[in-house]
T-cell receptor
Framework: EDQVTQSPEALRLQEGESSSLNCSYT??????LFWYRQDPGKGPEFLFT???AGEEKEKERLKATLTKKESFLHITAPKPEDSATYLC?????????????FGKGITLSVRP | DVKVTQSSRYLVKRTGEKVFLECVQD?????MFWYRQDPGLGLRLIYF???????EKGDIPEGYSVSREKKERFSLILESASTNQTSMYLC?????????????FGPGTRLTVL
């Protein structure tokens, strides 16, 4: 069974204080790993897809990296508007190819 | 941009009522999904569909059914609503097997069952 564990559950940062969010996963064969951002009361917003170990993707202050066992979402010099819940999900090869397994999310608060 | 819309943002129903939640996507996506999201439990897949009139059970299908009569529309049905179905319901769509499989989500429907 595919599993995704995100840590820490919650993270409080001062504006400008860089940090990383962790997503550990076990999957039979990784087809893709996805990061989403979710604001309170809204649907998740797609950020990145990573397909193979060593791959990196960047968007503004966010950079996602992937190894064979985990992914990190690095946040550089965060701003209060980066406050949100960040979700990680994996998709496996075989079976229901489009199904995603989600972690429980990391709630990030950035203080001005 | 992909747009996924859901019929209601907030809904209040009584125990035993039949509830319909509707989702429409405008990007000709093959796949559509229904999730519920609860504090501490994360996103859990209820049902998904990879084609018109096709459906597959997700992780928690009990108490729910779905309908996909047209490619762009996917409905979630609570045959007899119960208080433990109070939740945030999220619809999503993705292109299909041929392309990247990121899912795009609607704004969600917060359902309260009294």
């Amino acid at each position: 069974e595919d599993q995704v564990t995100q840590s820490p559950e919650a993270l409080r940062l001062q504006e400008g204080e860089s940090s990383s969010l962790n997503c550990s996963y076990t999957v039979s064969g990784l087809r893709g790993l996805f990061w989403y951002r979710q604001d309170p009361g809204k649907g998740p917003e797609f950020l990145f897809t990573l397909y193979s170990a060593g791959e990196e993707k960047e968007k503004e202050r966010l950079k996602a990296t992937l190894t064979k066992k985990e992914s990190f979402l690095h946040i550089t010099a965060p701003k209060p508007e980066d406050s949100a819940t960040y979700l990680c999900a994996v998709q496996a090869w075989g079976g229901a190819n489009s199904k995603l397994t989600f972690g429980k999310g990391i709630t990030l608060s950035v203080r001005p | 941009d992909v747009k996924v819309t859901q019929s209601s943002r907030y809904l209040v129903k009584r125990t035993g009522e039949k509830v319909f939640l509707e989702c429409v996507q405008d990007m000709d996506h093959e796949n559509m999904f229904w999730y519920r999201q609860d504090p501490g439990l994360g996103l859990r897949l209820i049902y998904f569909s990879y084609d018109v009139k096709m459906k597959e059970k997700g992780d928690i299908p009990e108490g729910y059914s779905v309908s996909r009569e047209k490619k762009e529309r996917f409905s979630l049905i609570l045959e007899s609503a119960s208080t433990n179905q109070t939740s945030m319901y999220l619809c999503a769509s993705s292109i299909g097997l041929a392309g990247n499989n990121e899912q795009f989500f609607g704004p969600g429907t917060r359902l309260t069952v009294l």
